[in-house]
């Protein structure tokens, strides 16, 4: 069977997704302070396809991966294991919104996900699996926070919809826990890029 080398491509994806959910998230949080819970819903909509384009995407390539074992030694298992969970949550939460479903499913998902996301990381990094150490633990950890914390988001948002908030745009403490999920996503965004910008000379050069 060829090879191929698609640890790049998978870099990459992660921050399209840092980007599509920060953005989305910080929408539908000014629009709300406008309009009430109707402006969340037309962010979360416009987010639709592009999350299950994506979702779709990184499903498809971390299947390949698990199927043909593309990459040496224990990678496969330390890449696509989280890569493919991580597909299934962008597809669950695109569908969530399509179909008007609650999104907390999707969020305690992501929340348990996470989890084994660290977990996978600080593995990894104890067995040095990788040249870049600390950037691989700091990749896996911030995007297992932002599992962890997609669920209390999660959770706001269903409140949010239920009650059909429209009258108090005030969020009080809630605030500080968007600002804290924004901020541990972009930060997991700038680490896969930089990883990824790192990677492709390496792997154009040749393959591992």
Do not use: C
Request: charged share 10%; no cysteine.
């Amino acid at each position: 069977m060829v090879f191929i080398d698609d640890l790049a491509l998978m870099l990459f994806t992660l921050p399209l997704v840092s980007v599509l959910i920060s953005y989305t998230s910080i929408q539908a949080y000014l629009s709300f302070r406008k309009e009430g819970y109707q402006g969340i819903k037309r962010s979360l909509d416009d987010s639709i396809v592009p999350a299950g384009i994506l979702g779709v995407v990184i499903t498809v390539i971390a299947l390949w991966g698990e199927f043909t074992w593309t990459l040496p030694g224990s990678y496969n298992i330390l890449f696509n294991d989280v890569y493919l969970l991580m597909g299934i949550i962008v597809l669950s939460y695109s569908f969530a919104v399509y179909t008007g479903k609650r999104l907390q499913t999707t969020g305690i998902f992501a929340l348990f996900v996470g989890l084994i996301t660290i977990y996978y990381g600080v593995v990894g990094f104890k067995l040095g699996l990788t040249q870049e150490p600390l950037a691989l633990l700091g990749l896996y950890v911030t995007y297992g926070l932002a599992g962890v914390l997609g669920f209390p988001v999660t959770l706001k948002l269903d409140y949010l919809k239920e009650q059909n908030a429209n009258k108090d745009p005030s969020l009080g403490s809630w605030t500080i826990l968007f600002v804290l999920f924004w901020l541990v996503v972009i930060v997991a965004g700038i680490l896969g890029a930089v990883i990824g910008v790192e990677t492709i000379p390496a792997h154009l050069a040749h393959a591992p």
